[in-house]
């Protein structure tokens, strides 16, 4: 890939600013912040509980959250994937993924619902669910803190596609663990009070994260021009 001048030497410019740690270091590193974001986030769950007198069914539940753990984890790949040329996957891989991500979501709920129909009944007595919005928000904390550390400042390429992916992975993130403290599977709370909190924070987080993981001019990140 022929990067544009200007481009190429921003990146050479981080690169003697920031040298790279060695790679037996910075693996240790990652398995370390990765260890701790796990702890952080099952401390959390354990913390805050499963849905108390759960009325879907076990394998309902199951089904959901190995279903989501896949699609994080797809998205996490995607994020985190340099490959031989260091950039990363295709631009169209990450944003064909990308709404793979939200569409997957969305098959997830109409097999549940397929395979379970008595839990479209299940609302919400409460027009707007502001506790799963808040829950949503607080399951993706420490993922998106993470790999926002992972990746600040080392986006050559498409540091918005890579923001997005980023942020699909830790909304989903987000999603399992608010999904596993609600009881209520009713389409129009799941649509409401899960899918949009998954849909609003993957595209703020692409908006908003994308100068903090491209290629740095100095220390901080100023405005993208």
């Known amino acids: 890939m022929n990067l544009p001048p200007d481009l190429r030497n921003r990146v050479l410019q981080a690169v003697q600013q920031h040298p790279a740690a060695p790679r037996p270091v910075a693996r240790r590193r990652r398995l370390a912040a990765g260890g701790l974001t796990v702890i952080v986030y099952v401390a959390l769950l354990a913390a805050i509980g499963l849905a108390p007198d759960d009325p879907r069914p076990d394998g309902h539940v199951l089904t959901t959250a190995v279903g989501l753990v896949a699609l994080a984890l797809g998205a996490l790949l995607v994020s985190l994937r340099r490959g031989s040329t260091m950039t990363g996957p295709p631009v169209g891989v990450r944003l064909a993924f990308l709404g793979g991500g939200v569409a ?119 405005p993208r021009r």
């Open 104 to 222: 997957g979501w969305a098959l997830l709920l109409g097999a549940l619902y397929a395979a379970w129909p008595e839990t479209t009944a299940l609302e919400s007595p409460r027009p707007l669910p502001l506790g799963c919005w808040l829950l949503t928000l607080l399951f993706a904390a420490a993922p998106l803190t993470l790999l926002v550390v992972l990746r600040r400042g080392a986006e050559a390429v498409s540091p918005g596609a890579t923001a997005a992916t980023v942020s699909l992975a830790a909304a989903l993130a987000g999603t399992l663990g608010a999904t596993l403290h609600c009881p209520y599977a009713g389409l129009v709370h799941q649509l409401v009070g899960h899918g949009l909190p998954l849909v609003a924070l993957t595209a703020l987080g692409a908006w908003a994260l994308a100068p903090w993981l491209s290629v740095r001019r100095g220390q901080v990140p100023g």
